[in-house]
């Protein structure tokens, strides 16, 4: 019931290497990262966490024509515990909707709370000198209900683990223009962690508050995943706190309008060649009246340039002369 691998169809890692595309979730190498999830139970009771196998009613599942696709995966216990996750694709979203259903078939009351977590391949990254940190950050990312706060590999291994509860928290993976998040449903207390271990970092958001469910009742656990580029207006879609994945930087002020404007214009012109051109027009223009203003006034100075240069000349050796007559 993992989340092993993402492709972006739409991204090559570079632009002369149009085959080669990125990857978010892989099971090897330095592009290695997974979106694992499972059901804890309290006290011993029927669990399904992310090593126990689940089955399916088919070999694969393709979106094709429709604009909705629901994968089901199934896992039943013999004390009667059955725990379905389904996962929600949507055609054009980079977001993904998880639900994981237990349901209790048994003569008892079972309690238990779900989990999420990200990991993903972790090493010191080599930076020149050009570097810059808003841009160039591989790592985790977390929201504690109040800021964002980006958390080094060093950081972790020098002062262990990062842990925090929230009822409005995500905890994401960046890595430049890309994103992994996991987002609980909001208004419920969970428990954020991040860690590392050797080269693998793990950030996960568990449900503090047990969940009961009665005998022949079922109880549904939702939690929104996002995997993919930092579009903006799919992020906010999610949550307005998420657009904090992106950092323009001690600039932000500037930045943010700037880029709202040069993606309101590429949503009417299609290209963003087009668009950085319409915006710089329109910066000069809502600048015009200054600029022409200093224009004026250079173009006068320039008049009386010659008659300066003459007085400079005459004066020399006087500067009390020079000034007054200036």
Known sequence: G????????????EKDRPDELV???DTSGKGFGQLESGIRAAGGGAEATHLASFSTAQAAYELGDADELIVPLRWRDDSGITIEKRYTFRRGSYQIDLEQVVTNDSAATWKGAEYVRIKR?????ERSMFDVDSYSFIGPIVYDGEGSKKISRDDLLDDGPYEFSSAQGWLGSIQHHFVRAVVPTPGIDYKYSVVAKGDVATSTAIRRSLVEVAPGTSETLSTTLFVGPKLQEQLEEIDKTLKLTVDYGWLTIISSPLFWLLSLVYDYVGNWGVAIIVVTFLIKLAFYKLTESSGRSMAKMRQIQPRMKALQDRYKDDRQALSQAM
């Open 23 to 25: 990857n978010l979730l």
């Open 121 to 125: 391949h972790s090493a010191e990254i």
């Open 2 to 13: 993992t989340l092993q691998g993402a492709v972006l169809k739409s991204y090559p890692v």
